[in-house]
């Protein structure tokens, strides 16, 4: 479970997100939200957390969700398209600078694109990282980019982070030390990371670098009628 005080910039940010008062998100059990998002009309979602469960039904199945939210959310978890782990950043630690890390600038795009291309388009596509993000640092040895991170501007104070390591250089701490300097360049606001669950090494890299899991996202198309 988040400590409270993170918990409660998590649900600020989440009834940002959402259009609603925080207060009916800081409880306990099964809550139905309605979710006005474009992206929303054409899927269901459920976020398991330690409190409880999120219903995140869109307009048009707000009315079927609050009718029997137990249904909605054993219709979602039997055929979800995706499921992904949400991770919060705890406290900014204040390990000693790494050499290796410096920022990166779109004149990086070139070294950027090489390890997109070597990474393959399932890893490139779960990190989302670029160098025209607001913040991007990476790792570059004998002309070749190891890792980068970068910090995409999520709006309602909040960043969520992405994060790439090249194949061939992976289990040498590259990684922890690239999100770890972009989490310390976030300037106080709240600091997010998501990974499939299937993931499990970005998973152990969020929880060595100090992040919290809050909840875990499944998300199924709508059902069709």
Do not use: K
Not at 68 to 84: K, M, N, Y
Not at 174 to 185: D, E, P, T
């Amino acid at each position: 479970m988040l400590p409270r005080d993170l918990e409660l910039r998590v649900l600020a940010l989440w009834a940002g997100v959402l259009g609603i008062d925080s207060a009916v998100l800081d409880v306990d059990g099964l809550v139905v939200v309605t979710d006005p998002r474009d992206f929303a009309v054409d899927r269901r979602a459920v976020v398991r957390t330690a409190r409880g469960v999120l219903v995140l039904a869109a307009p048009a199945d707000a009315t079927v969700a609050a009718a029997d939210p137990a249904a909605f959310v054993r219709e979602v978890e039997a055929r979800p398209r995706g499921v992904g782990l949400m991770h919060y950043l705890a406290a900014v630690s204040r390990p000693m600078a790494d050499t290796r890390v410096h920022r990166l600038a779109p004149e990086d795009q070139p070294l950027l694109d090489e390890l997109l291309r070597t990474s393959g388009p399932e890893a490139t596509a779960e990190a989302d990282v670029s160098v025209d993000h607001p913040v991007a640092v990476g790792i570059v040895e004998d002309d070749r980019l190891l890792a980068v991170a970068s910090l995409l501007d999520m709006g309602h104070g909040t960043v969520d982070v992405g994060v790439l390591v090249h194949p061939q250089a992976r289990r040498r701490g590259l990684g922890a030390a690239v999100v770890s300097a972009v989490a310390n360049r976030a300037g106080g606001r709240l600091v997010q990371y998501r990974c499939d669950r299937e993931n499990e090494a970005s998973a152990q890299l969020a929880r060595a670098c100090g992040f919290v899991l809050w909840g875990i996202l499944q998300v199924a198309p709508r059902a069709a009628g």
